[in-house]
């Protein structure tokens, strides 16, 4: 089956150390999103790619960066964890003229 | 500024009730309208969608919304409620198909025996 893939679903880090979360696609769609859901909370939008267009949202930290190699892949860096970054965070995909697919999500903890 | 309003943080149905859960938006142009479901510890499922045409829409697992442009409402509707139904549901709105979302705080649903 199409889907999005989030890797790995669950994420412990130490405050400071460089974390690298993963997403794949199997839907071949152009746009990948990144989201931030921290508890309790409604999704939040960090960045996402339309083809290789990077766009960042304008509220978001420094501290989190995206690569995206290839259609299938995209990455969020978290340069520096703190303690406000644990959260779950949500890849989504779509084309450009459709709904987002969301993967399972990685829940990041931070120590 | 474009924003979205689930108005209830929390709802508790019988099972068998019907549900409705309430969403108002805030947009300059001509929204999409999405609601989304998500069981504790997962990613979202979308529910159903508008774009255009028929202000009635019908998604999985019986969802309806009913887009009321004059009330700048999208609310969810099921006729009649089940367990499994219990779950967060939030509602989101986009510029446009493919573009990024603005989120709705959500609605806990419960369901009770």
């Known amino acids: 089956d199409a889907m999005v893939i989030q890797n790995p679903r669950y994420q412990v880090t130490q405050f400071g150390k460089p974390v690298t979360l993963s997403c794949s696609q199997t839907?071949?769609?152009?746009?990948m999103y990144w989201y931030q859901q921290k508890s309790s909370q409604a999704p939040k939008l960090l960045f996402h790619?339309?083809?290789?267009?990077?766009?960042n949202e304008a509220d978001t930290p420094d501290n989190f960066q995206s690569r995206r190699p290839n259609t299938s892949f995209c990455f969020l860096d978290i340069r520096s964890p703190g303690l406000g970054d644990a959260a779950m965070y949500l890849c989504?995909?779509?084309?450009?003229?459709?709904?987002?697919?969301f993967g399972p999500g990685t829940r990041l903890t931070v120590l | 500024a474009q924003s979205v309003t689930q108005p209830d943080i929390h709802i508790t149905v019988s099972e068998g009730a019907s549900l409705e859960l309430r969403c108002n938006y805030s947009?300059?142009?001509?929204?999409?309208l999405f609601w989304y479901v998500q069981s504790p510890g997962q990613g979202l499922q979308l529910l159903l969608k508008y774009f255009s045409g028929d202000t009635l829409v019908q998604g999985i697992k019986g969802f309806e919304a009913e887009f009321k442009r004059s009330q700048s409402s999208f609310n969810l509707r099921k006729p009649s409620v089940h367990w499994s139904d219990a779950a967060e549901y939030f509602c989101?709105?986009?510029?446009?198909?493919?573009?990024?979302?603005?989120f709705g705080k959500g609605t806990t649903l419960s369901v009770s025996s």
């Open positions: 989101a709105v986009g510029a446009g198909a493919g573009t990024a979302l603005i």
């Open positions: 989504a995909t779509s084309r450009a003229g459709g709904e987002q697919f």
């Open positions: 839907l071949n769609h152009n746009v």
């Open positions: 947009y300059g142009a001509t929204p999409y």
């Open positions: 790619y339309y083809d290789k267009d990077f766009n």
